[in-house]
């Protein structure tokens, strides 16, 4: 019987360039955090607004998301250790702007958009070097090694800006969070090479070559279906966010402490379903994680709607949490598997772009909802809504694959 690979502490331990990567995504994800909190801090107190921070928020999250063809783009046309050393090193620029100039509320959301453009173009240079850095056969312990260091750790950087907040203030915050990306590109200095594969075409312009990355998602059945799917799932169950707080302090009875609690939950399920998936190392079914992904957080939304409880409702969004982490290693590793080296980073960009605009929707249809109906009605749509939009992905993967024959690796139409 062969033996599976180890997972992803013995990965950390023995691969000294996917530990690199590893800490470098890990600390600039927690100094991200940090700056998150400074910033919702600095804004809601010099503006005194809830449109403000509102306002932030899709400087930083969605508009980027926009841009996401053509920073894409740049991971399949140049170096890709580079490309991020560069990125770091310009947010981390972009942040010590903010902290020590402390511009007005416009000049902010302009200098946190860039600055969320930048981390665009990392991202998905991160993700397409995995496959030079480990073996096939680890893939999936290596995205859920990832995916512990960056999502896992969303409850470490707001309890560590509590900590830090009374010692070294809002600026100080941002200070730090630019540290963390100069310590980053440090240690992304310590990768090998990565050069953009060579598909034997001249150079292309930038434009062209985002314009092929769309088309190529567009022309290829499986990962068409895909992005449709998980936009799907994510425009329906985002409103989780939206609601939860409302949930907490409405139906539930509790207050601001028990809203922090919800929040937190699909925070420790994050953490337990990365945890578990790093010490499995063999190899799974991509597209069986990331559909058990899609289903498992559905249901913990549609829970979390009927639960009676503050603890219940925790409980459920740990379930949502842990659904996923399934989906982030599914996804990741099906896309490093089966998309050519050349087009990774535009496939990853337009991917996750993608799924952050319809996060973005699913805010606004949600405080829609909320409004109308109520948190408890916002969760049980939610949860409907991504187990539909589940099931009607999963149908057509399946049609798509008994229509070839029933072969694992899919390909272009």
């Known amino acids: 019987m062969t033996r599976p690979p180890p997972g992803a502490v013995a990965l950390l331990r023995e691969n000294r360039s996917f530990r690199a990567l590893w800490c470098a995504r890990s600390l600039s994800f927690v100094g991200d955090s940090l700056g998150l909190v400074a910033l919702v801090l600095s804004v809601a107190e010099a503006a005194g607004s809830g449109l403000a921070v509102a306002l932030l928020l899709l400087a930083g999250d969605v508009i980027p998301n926009a841009f996401s063809p053509v920073t894409g783009a740049l991971g399949d046309r140049f170096d890709r250790a580079r490309l991020m050393v560069g990125s770091e090193l310009a947010q981390g620029a972009v942040v010590t702007l903010i902290a020590l100039a402390a511009p007005p509320l416009p000049l902010l959301l302009g200098l946190v958009a860039l600055r969320a453009a930048l981390a665009g173009a990392f991202d998905p240079a991160s993700r397409s070097a995995v496959p030079a850095l480990v073996a ?15 999502h896992g750790f969303d409850l470490l950087g707001p309890l560590l800006a509590a900590a830090l907040l009374p010692l070294v203030g809002v600026r100080g915050l941002l200070l730090l969070d630019a540290a963390t990306f100069i ?6 200095l310590r990768l090998p090479a990565l050069p953009a594969p060579d598909d034997g075409a001249p150079p292309a312009p930038l434009l062209r070559d ?13 990962l068409r279906t895909i992005v449709a799917g998980f936009c799907a799932v994510v425009a329906f169950s985002a409103a989780d966010d939206v609601a939860l707080v409302f949930l907490a302090g409405g139906p539930l009875g509790g207050g601001d402490a028990a809203a922090s609690l919800l929040y937190a939950g699909a925070g420790a399920g994050l953490l337990a379903g990365f945890a578990l998936l790093s010490r499995l190392g063999a ?27 503050v603890p219940a409702a925790f409980a459920m969004q740990a379930v949502r949490g842990v659904g996923l982490s399934l989906v982030d290693v599914g996804t990741n590793t099906f896309v490093q598997r089966a998309v050519p080296p050349n087009v990774q980073g535009r496939v990853f960009g337009n991917l996750y772009g993608a799924v ?14 909320l409004d109308a109906a109520g948190p408890r009605v916002v969760l049980v749509v939610a949860g409907l809504g991504g187990l539909g939009a589940t099931a009607l992905t999963w149908g057509s993967l399946s049609r798509s694959r008994r229509g070839r024959g029933g072969t694992s690796q899919p390909e272009p139409r």
Request: glycine share 18%; aromatic share 6%.
């Open 183 to 188: 310590a980053s590109a440090a240690l992304l």
């Open 283 to 309: 190899e799974k079914p991509a597209l069986g994680l990331m559909i058990a992904g899609f289903a498992v957080s559905s249901g913990g939304n549609l829970l979390t709607g009927l639960a009676w409880s």
């Open 356 to 369: 952050g605009l319809a996060a973005g929707l699913s805010y606004v249809g949600g405080g829609f909802l």
């Open 210 to 222: 985002a314009a092929a990355g769309v088309r190529f998602i567009r022309d290829h059945r499986t």
């Open 136 to 150: 096939d056969d680890r893939l999936e312990s290596a995205n859920a090694a990832l995916g512990l260091g960056t």
